[in-house]
């Protein structure tokens, strides 16, 4: 079975703090995505990457960067974290090239910025 | 670019009896995935069943079925002998088949959460 895991379940930092959500997967997969989740919102891609020091922007990148140095962990880094970015963070992966593979999601990280 | 919408925000269906969520969805492509997804409270997100939009056949897992009506950009779930254990938010999701960039990525409907009575 697939496995992704996030570093925390639940997460409270302050405004303007560096924040840094990591994302590990064990299946070898090429594609990895962050997504973050708000009630009535549904999911919204943030940033994703189809491999190892790749990455693209998703819907709204604005105010995240990712690094991606290693195949199996994704790393989402708020710079400067502001109270809008209080949310539901999910991680994703999925084996690139089999077109019909789904995605695989983490439990997610519940940030809270005060 | 591809929209997807849910339009019931809560449904809630009796413990053994057939519910259907709908979803609707808007491409230009005609090469695509469709996908539902389940979040338990508190739990991953998992997929339910997913559907290739060159398949005429409606996709079935054990209890969940999908109609899919191409033309009309429909792709509905159906949950039959409903279980406590389905009570979750469903996601519907639609992925690009098409090279490039965008059949990375998939683009969620806001949900549809259920609630099953006893």
């Known amino acids: 079975d697939v496995k992704v895991t996030q570093s925390s379940r639940y997460l409270v930092k302050r405004t303007g703090e560096k924040v840094f959500l990591e994302c590990v997967q064990d299946?070898?997969?090429?594609?990895m995505f962050w997504y973050r989740q708000d009630p009535g919102l549904g999911l919204r891609l943030i940033y994703f990457?189809?491999?190892?020091?790749?990455?693209e922007k998703g819907d709204i990148p604005e105010g995240y960067s990712v690094s991606r140095e290693k195949k199996e962990r994704f790393s989402l880094i708020l710079e400067s974290a502001s109270t809008n970015q209080t949310s539901m963070y999910l991680c994703?992966?999925?084996?690139?090239?089999?077109?019909?593979?789904?995605?695989?999601f983490g439990p997610g990280t519940r940030l809270t910025v005060l | 670019a591809q929209t997807v919408t849910q339009s019931q925000p809560e449904m809630s269906v009796q413990e053994a009896e057939t519910v259907t969520l709908s979803c609707t969805y808007d491409?230009?492509?005609?090469?695509?995935?469709l996908f539902w997804y389940k979040q338990p409270p508190s739990r991953q997100m998992i997929l339910v069943i997913r559907q290739e939009a060159y398949k005429q056949q409606n996709a079935t897992e054990n209890r969940f079925s999908v109609n899919f009506q191409k033309a009309a950009k429909s792709f509905s779930l159906k949950i039959s002998d409903s279980q406590l254990g389905d009570a979750a938010m469903y996601f519907c999701a639609y992925r690009s088949r098409n090279s490039g960039g965008s059949n990375y990525k998939l683009t969620f409907g806001k949900g549809t959460l259920l609630t099953v009575n006893p």
């Open positions: 299946m070898d997969h090429e594609n």
């Open positions: 990457s189809y491999d190892v020091k790749m990455k």
């Open positions: 994703a992966s999925r084996l690139h090239g089999r077109s019909t593979d789904t995605q695989y």
């Open positions: 491409t230009s492509e005609s090469d695509y995935y």
